[in-house]
């Protein structure tokens, strides 16, 4: 059997399903090839998506048990059913999936479950119930990426799992170990505090949260160790292994830790494997990820590639935004993303967001700048609502003003970081962010009080 295409996407998380959407809009005929039966890729099926169901039904177990009292709310005979939590995560996943085999039927993308690999010019074999042949003018590879781990780990994907396995525990443990102090082991360890499990995490560097503003992750990890976390740090893990229903983690220099779970969370790698790039022509770098010029072409002419594969911010908008540009560049010439103003969020509790530029790279590159802070605590809605944690940073130009960088740590931070993104896409100074009116009582003040502290003239602090 055999299919022709103007364009084959392969992979459908989402990246590959928004550029398949975006590709027919245009007026090409489009195939998605995804070998999982559900859509959404990692994101919905073992990532974003379910990490924020069981954060936030963990988080109402937690206030429900620890907060409300003070808001003269009692619960009394409070219980965890984890097999009714984790059901409702599942229904939020099944629901999403279906929008998104919806969207692609509403498109007329058609759709080939199986594994897609690359077999000669133009040519995609899906190997699946049977094996059908594809013909495309253009591939666009979109198949993201998966765990990584390190070596000495003896992953059983059980009791030594990666998020996949995390995401699905049928049991709090009793002593979870989390290897990486990252966002993902961040948030999933925060999941399994919340529900009862002693928590530690170790971290190979002496910090928690690398690539994040350095005066937010202190504080962030403050916050996390009140809330009952963990932390070593400048712990190298040699070794970790199930024996029976527990498990032994060896620290260099350090004694070893018996827990019962262990989650692995030390980053992720390019899903490139069994895909016959390097037959097709297809360039890699040393770690797997797929080169591309600035149109996302490979260097097999016709493949494309975009997302995690390609490497850069591993988040699921920055594929999204690289799966419009990639496919608009194919059919019209044009097609822009402004790498510089993709805002990046830990769903924690509190949450951290970010844009921008931070501190270490503005002085690692020598631009002079100017940084204005307001904290939650002197927030009216903040104070109301009991979350006084945090603050927000705002650093601008010290010549022209721009805003080159804001971070938050506090509340709803991956809803308040956006105003900060659109301001800085229009190119927005400072002073244009102080002079906006915003609402009160708002969290949004915040962002306003500490783009006017940049210029040393908040009125509240």
Not at 25 to 42: D, F, W
Not at 75 to 82: I, N, R, T
Not at 381 to 404: I, M, N, S
Not at 423 to 437: H, K, L, P, T, Y
Request: charged share 25%; hydrophobic share 40%; with cysteine.
């Amino acid at each position: 059997m055999s299919d022709s295409f103007d364009l084959i996407v392969v992979g459908a998380g989402p990246g590959g399903y928004v550029a398949a959407i975006r590709g027919a809009q245009l007026g090409l005929k489009v195939a998605v090839v995804e070998r999982e039966s559900k859509l959404g890729g990692t994101c919905l099926r073992v990532g974003c998506i379910p990490s924020k169901a069981l954060l936030e039904s963990s988080e109402l177990y937690e206030k429900s048990g620890k907060h409300f009292e003070e808001r003269g709310l009692l619960v009394k005979s409070l219980e965890l059913d984890l097999a009714r939590m984790m059901k409702h995560k599942e229904g939020v996943i099944a629901t999403l999936d279906g929008g998104i085999q919806g969207l692609l039927k509403k498109n007329k993308v058609e759709r080939f479950i199986g594994h897609g690999r690359l077999k000669g010019k133009g040519v995609v074999e899906v190997a699946g119930e049977s094996t059908v042949t594809l013909t495309g003018k253009k591939i666009l590879i979109a198949t993201g990426s998966v765990s990584s781990s390190l070596p000495g780990i003896q992953l059983d994907h059980d009791r030594v799992g990666t998020s996949t396995e995390a995401l699905s525990w049928p049991e709090v443990p009793k002593h979870l170990v989390v290897i990486g102090a990252g966002v993902i082991g961040l948030e999933l360890g925060t999941v399994w505090r919340r529900l009862g499990a002693k928590v530690t995490v170790l971290e190979y560097l002496p910090r928690i949260l690398p690539g994040v503003d350095e005066q937010v992750a202190a504080e962030a990890k403050k916050i996390f160790e009140k809330q009952g976390l963990v932390f070593r740090l400048g712990a190298k893990v040699t070794s970790a292994a199930a024996h029976g229903q527990s498990c032994r983690v060896e620290i260099d220099g350090s004694e070893a830790i018996e827990c019962d779970r262990v989650l692995v969370a030390v980053g992720r790698k390019p899903c490139t494997d069994n895909l016959g790039l390097e037959d097709a022509g297809v360039q890699m770098d040393k770690r797997g990820f797929i080169q591309v010029n600035s149109g996302y072409q490979s260097t097999a002419t016709g493949v494309y590639a975009i997302g995690d594969v390609i490497g850069g911010a591993m988040l699921a908008h920055k594929a999204e935004e690289e799966g419009v540009a990639c496919v608009e560049k194919m059919v019209t010439g044009h097609g822009h993303i402004n790498y510089s103003v993709i805002p990046g969020v830990v769903y924690t509790e509190p949450e951290i967001a970010s844009v921008g530029a931070n501190e270490d790279a503005l002085k690692a590159a020598g631009v002079k700048y100017r940084s204005g802070k307001f904290a939650f605590a002197a927030n009216g809605r903040a104070r109301a609502a009991g979350h006084t944690d945090g603050f927000v940073k705002v650093l601008a130009d010290e010549v022209t003003d721009r805003v080159l960088g804001v971070h938050i740590i506090g509340t709803h931070a991956g809803e308040l970081i956006h105003e900060a993104a659109v301001a800085m896409q229009f190119g927005a100074s400072s002073e244009d962010i102080a002079r906006c009116c915003h609402a009160h009582p708002t969290l949004s003040e915040s962002i306003k009080e500490a783009a006017m502290a940049v210029d040393k003239r908040a009125i509240h602090s």
